[in-house]
């Protein structure tokens, strides 16, 4: 069974940075994507970045551009999420997903999911 532990979270002041981390276990083949979800309090989550496993190709939410940055090892088993300038609207739970099937946005499209990690960003 697949597992995915996400790390990292904290609390950072506006303008701030972390580094999330998600590390993969319990399957034998990489899946197609990998990805980072956010979801604030009584908001849908969103998502914020994917990572296309076999080239390392990666796309972002239009809200990130420029200030985040996925990346992952060099064995494949663990993705990262360097977040820069961050704002406290980006408050919330981010969550790591893999293997995508249709846009890489959707939700419903994730069929593995971590637990999250609680971001803060406040003053």
């Known amino acids: 069974q697949v597992q995915l532990v996400e790390s990292g979270g904290g609390s950072v002041q506006p303008g701030g940075s972390l580094r999330l981390s998600c590390a993969r276990s319990?399957?034998?083949?990489?899946?197609?994507?990998m990805g980072w979800f956010r979801q604030a309090p009584g908001k849908e989550r969103e998502g914020v970045a994917a990572l296309f496993v076999r080239l390392g190709s990666t796309v972002y939410a239009d809200s990130v551009k420029g200030r985040f940055t996925m990346s992952q090892d060099n064995d494949k088993k663990t993705v990262y999420l360097q977040m820069n300038g961050l704002k406290p609207e980006e408050t919330g739970m981010y969550y790591c997903?893999?293997?995508?099937?249709?846009?890489?946005?959707?939700?419903?499209?994730?069929?593995?999911w971590g637990q999250g990690t609680q971001v803060t960003v406040s003053s």
């Open positions: 319990g399957d034998t083949d990489s899946p197609n994507w």
């Open positions: 997903a893999a293997k995508m099937r249709g846009v890489w946005w959707n939700v419903g499209g994730w069929r593995d």
